[in-house]
């Protein structure tokens, strides 16, 4: 099992990188385009759950919908996309506080939270993509987001094996602490330092630099969270199979989703990007 993780975590890598780095922007586009209409199909089984023809058909009607507006959205739907996110995402956080475990979600709850899914994967995308294609060395702002997320993921891991005590979310997702989370911060302050030393990949103070890399790091656990909660309450371990050892899109993705407005949010409100 963990060959495999290894194996599929280096293919994802390469050409996730390749292709942001060294193609052109209409093909991150359609790679996006490819990732929103799985997550779409995954969304649609966790929640709603139309039956697998209906899935398909949600996935890639969102596909060419991305494909056909992509390159016409402009700055100030995307800041006021971003604003929506964040505030859809602080809404989810104090959620956590309220949520208690049912398993037999009603309908219209899980329509509820289908339509909050859509939005988040719609804000992330196309933040995603306005990154690429509309910020100087976009493909490297965009590489060093996600090792934000990644980099926090694995330094909360290693940080909660060995010094995990207190349970961030027991009722959520029992193997996350506090101590983790804590680790990961730390990791990636240093990455961070590390980063803005040795580059000039965003053109701002330090302070801006640590609040973004930060802001950006603690969100992407609450995205981690919130589909767990999507999968508690359909009963499932991993939103889909399409990736060998790792589960689903989503399952890979979650803390990105939720990263990818706020990171940009940051970039807004520092004037780096306007």
């Not at 700055?75 to 859809?88: H, P």
């Not at 940080?159 to 911060?185: C, D, Q, Y």
């Not at 993705?253 to 939720?258: H, T």
């Amino acid at each position: 099992m963990l060959k495999q993780r290894i194996i599929t975590a280096c293919v994802m890598a390469t050409v996730f990188a390749g292709t942001i780095l060294f193609a052109s922007h209409d093909w991150v586009r359609l790679m996006f385009a490819i990732f929103l209409g799985v997550s779409f199909y995954e969304l649609s089984e966790l929640t709603i759950k139309p039956g697998k023809s209906g899935s398909i058909a949600i996935g890639v009607c969102s596909a060419a919908v991305l494909l056909v507006s992509g390159s016409i959205i402009e700055v100030e739907i995307i800041k006021y996309q971003t604003i929506a996110g964040s505030l859809l995402w602080l809404g989810i956080t104090l959620f956590f506080a309220v949520y208690r475990f049912s398993g037999h979600w009603s309908l219209m709850k899980r329509t509820f939270f289908f339509a909050i899914g859509v939005c988040m994967l719609w804000i992330c995308i196309t933040s995603l993509i306005y990154v690429h294609g509309h910020i100087a060395n976009g493909g490297w702002v965009m590489l060093y987001l996600m090792t934000l997320v990644w980099i926090a993921d694995i330094g909360a891991y290693f940080s909660g094996r060995r010094f995990g005590k207190n349970k961030l979310a027991p009722g959520i997702s029992p193997g996350k602490t506090w101590e983790g989370v804590a680790g990961g911060m730390v990791v990636n302050i240093i990455w961070m330092l590390l980063i803005y030393s040795q580059t000039s990949l965003l053109a701002m103070s330090l302070i801006w630099f640590i609040g973004i890399g930060l802001a950006t790091s603690t969100i992407s656990v609450v995205g981690d969270l919130f589909e767990s909660i999507l999968k508690r309450e359909a009963g499932v371990k991993d939103s889909g199979r399409i990736l060998p050892g790792h589960g689903g899109v989503l399952d890979r993705f979650d803390s990105i989703i939720a990263a990818a407005p706020i990171f940009l949010m940051g970039l807004f409100l520092s004037g780096t990007v306007g």
